[in-house]
């Protein structure tokens, strides 16, 4: 892997490279058509659900008033979308077991 606790789009190749055996063209070519198969779904307003992984979600946040933390004024923040990732059941238990 590229850095401690990082996966990168080069390591998904790789592994796609050792345990599929495409070549190292088509397994870059595959993860970057994936990836921009889920970008491009969430462009249009999709979630995207990965079954065993998680769902990526799109929420539409109304406009609210924060406050400045160093001056106290409050200030208008714009409504906007965020994306927000929802673990899978599966990966809940994936990822405790391995705490």
């Known amino acids: 892997m590229a850095g401690e606790g990082t996966l990168t789009r080069a390591d998904l190749a790789e592994s796609l490279h050792k345990n599929v055996g495409l070549s190292k063209a088509e397994s870059s070519k595959l993860v970057e058509s994936i990836l921009d198969h889920m970008s491009h779904a969430l462009g249009r307003g999709e979630n995207v659900k990965i079954s065993g992984f998680g769902s990526f979600?799109?929420?539409?946040?109304?406009?609210?008033?924060?406050r400045n933390p160093k001056t106290g004024i409050e200030v208008p923040i714009a409504p906007r979308r965020v994306l927000t990732f929802r673990a899978s059941q599966m990966m809940r238990e994936r990822i405790a077991g391995e705490a």
């Open 57 to 66: 979600l799109l929420r539409d946040k109304a406009e609210r008033i924060g």
